[in-house]
């Protein structure tokens, strides 16, 4: 009788990531890029660390010469979501020659951007329960600090001046979650311009902060 399936010398198993293309970025970037693609792709727990250094063009013996596996890919990811904003956040703080309302619209702006404007849904990774982990401190650190200038800048404005303590942290908490939960309202449309959208998003932030 005649063999079906695979032929002679072949091997059976799952199929392999597809290698990205040549993209001219550091071994490092690379990774992260893979990463991100898998992981808001797949899934994180569904990504395997293999997978994802096949889907950067080197083997997974290789990839651990510049990461220790996949939460530090993750945790690297979630900061690259919150730093820029935390960077920009500090300037707006500073800068006191611009109208405390015209700063916070300029925040809300500026964090919706960053968390929509690229190839992959990376905010939508801030749901994953692994992120409550002890091994991303580092990123609700930074999370934590951003949410705080965001609350100094509501705490500025002529209504934030005239707020209790516990309404200030409710409104905090409100226009942060707006902010943060923008993710999904454009994975849902993903077509929309993403300028427009932060701009909407930002008038209706100052809104509930009572601007």
């Known amino acids: 009788m005649g063999t079906t399936g695979a032929g002679p010398g072949r091997r059976v198993g799952r199929p392999r990531a597809a290698q990205r293309p040549d993209s001219g970025l550091e071994p490092r970037e690379e990774l992260l890029a893979a990463a991100a693609e898998l992981f808001t792709t797949l899934g994180y727990a569904a990504t395997s660390t293999r997978a994802v250094a096949e889907r950067a063009g080197m083997r997974q013996a290789s990839m651990y010469h510049y990461v220790s596996g996949k939460e530090e890919l993750l945790a690297q990811l979630l900061e690259s979501t919150v730093t820029p904003s935390l960077a920009y ?5 500073a800068d006191d020659t611009v109208p405390v309302e ?5 925040l809300c702006r500026a964090d919706v951007e960053v968390l929509c404007d690229g190839p992959h849904d990376l905010g939508g990774l801030y749901l994953l329960p692994e992120v409550r982990a002890e091994r991303f401190a580092g990123f609700h650190a930074v ?6 200038a965001y609350r100094q800048l509501i705490a500025a404005t002529a209504v934030g001046g005239t707020l209790a303590k516990g309404e200030l942290d409710l409104r905090t908490d409100l226009v942060f979650g707006l902010i943060e939960g923008v993710i999904l309202v454009h994975r ?24």
Request: zero cysteines; hydrophobic letters at 50%.
């Open 143 to 148: 999370r934590a600090e951003l949410k705080d």
């Open 102 to 106: 015209d700063r916070l619209w300029e």
């Open 89 to 93: 956040a500090r300037e707006l703080l």
């Open 188 to 211: 849902s449309d993903p077509e929309r311009p993403v300028s427009v959208f932060a701009e909407a998003t930002a008038d209706a932030a100052l809104r509930i902060a009572g601007v």
